[in-house]
Nanobody, 129 residues
Framework: VQLQASGGGLVQPGGSLRLSCAAS????????IGWFRQAPGKEREWVSC????????YYAGSVKGRFTISRDNAENTVYLQMNRLKPEDTSLYYC???????????????????????WGQGTLVTVSS
């Protein structure tokens, strides 16, 4: 089981980036996948997740309306489209998988890093002029 996050980079405020989370060793559609971020000196923060089966999406208040999570089953990849980026979005972004069935996940569970059992290596997003 592996998750490979990519797509990070340097972008100006107001710009856009699309992060990818490519899965191998399992079928991504069967699992809830989350994106988290962690800035230096700060705790890991939940950003968004997409549910297995029904692909329902959830967002942190700080990114709602600017970020969009989606899944491409043919590519076995989850994407995080990030628009109208702000300097405070600067962080290392991780994707993660939880083995907990979607029906057992409360919103609090989805936001908790401990719910997730496999993590990608992180991709750095820097928003700066």
């Amino acid at each position: 089981v592996q998750l490979q996050a990519s797509g990070g980079g340097l972008v100006q405020p107001g710009g856009s980036l699309r992060l990818s989370c490519a899965a191998s060793g399992f079928t991504l559609d069967y699992y809830t996948i989350g994106w988290f971020r962690q800035a230096p000196g700060k705790e890991r923060e939940w950003v968004s997740c997409i549910s297995s089966s029904n692909s329902r999406t959830y967002y942190a208040g700080s990114v709602k309306g600017r970020f969009t999570i989606s899944r491409d089953n043919a590519e076995n990849t989850v994407y995080l489209q990030m628009n109208r980026l702000k300097p405070e979005d600067t962080s290392l972004y991780y994707c993660a998988r939880t083995s907990t069935p979607n029906s057992l996940l409360s919103l609090r569970n989805r936001q908790n890093p401990r719910t997730y059992d496999y993590w990608g290596q992180g991709t750095l997003v820097t928003v700066s002029s």
